[in-house]
């Protein structure tokens, strides 16, 4: 009788572990083969986790291939949201509006950057144009639907020479050919091509001056629901690794200028000025009140969100303009604070 409730109990512990490792292939299973991740030649946190191989530890580990698919801007990035051929996408606010306004299945999830002196009007050093409205006339270059292009709308517009200007729709490094062939002696645009137009240019205005005077721009990131409602868990996995990166970069900037001067193939210490040129938020500043507070209460870059449509609008950059129900369900604090609740209980 022993023998036989011995044999059964050893009987009942194999069948639970092959359970359990059934369970674990099929988890394994269920999980995406490869995840395409959409990103801007920034330098950002993701630069710095791409770099630091980071994306192997939360991701590769787990069987995942990432591809990293650059692009210049979010106009290219929304097309191949729309399209399904990417999971996630970095790209300037504005653009993400769009993708709003467009009715693109997506969701904000993060906060890379609050821009500043990292994007900015540029004009040549000899063309004798000292202020804005200096500009009256002349010829501006700026990717359309961008960043760059609200915040130039928004300073013309403040020095009475909106609609006294023609502004031209280029990418950044169309911009830069154009700059040194002399086509164009103005322009709002981001780092890295920011910087070889100062080489014999100076700066107006920045996003920084622009954000002090109540226009805020940001480089976010957007995931399509149809990914975040299957792989919730790899969607916190990726603000953790993200949340990983930016913590170099707060902890020992001298490293994180040293890291991204290499992966971007530029000096360290342009590096680290353009890195110094944005605000690098921390995740629990993201879910304060000043930029996602949580889904019970959004926070105030939600209104900053809906007071950027609604200029698109005005502009005629999109045809209609969400209401702010819609962004308060857009921009989603969610995977944020599951990420901090992770880490703190680790």
Known sequence: MKKILLIILIAVIVGSLVGCNSLEKSEESSLPKEINFGILRVPNEETIAIAEGLFDKYFTEKGIKCNFIVFDSGVDANKALASGSIDFATMGNTNSIIALSMDLDVEMIYIHEVLGEIEAL??????????????????????????????????????????????????????????????????????????????????????????NNGYVTANVELVRKEFSKKYPELVTDFITCLSEAKDIYIKDQEKAATIVSEELEITKEDALKQMNGSI??????????????????????????????????????????????????YVNPLYIQKSLEKTSNN
């Not at 990717?143 to 950044?172: I, Q, R």
């Not at 062939?181 to 322009?187: W, Y």
């Open 122 to 211: 540029a004009v040549k050093k000899n063309s004798g144009i000292n202020k804005i409205k200096d500009l009256s006339g002349e010829i501006i270059a700026t990717p359309f639907a961008s960043t760059s292009h609200y915040s130039l709308l928004n300073a013309l517009k403040d020095n009475g020479v909106d609609g006294k200007v023609e502004l031209l729709d280029m990418k950044t490094p169309e911009i830069v050919a154009a700059w040194e062939r002399g086509d164009i002696k103005a322009a709002y645009t981001w780092q890295p091509s920011l910087g070889k137009l100062l080489n014999d240019g100076k700066i107006l205005i920045s996003s920084e001056d622009m954000a």
């Open 280 to 329: 690098w938020c921390t995740p629990e500043k993201l879910i304060s009140k000043k930029y996602f507070g949580t889904n019970k209460k959004p926070g105030d870059f939600v209104t900053i969100m809906k007071d950027t449509s609604d200029f698109l609008k005005k502009q005629g950059s999109i045809d209609n303009s969400p209401s702010k129900e819609e962004f308060d369900e």
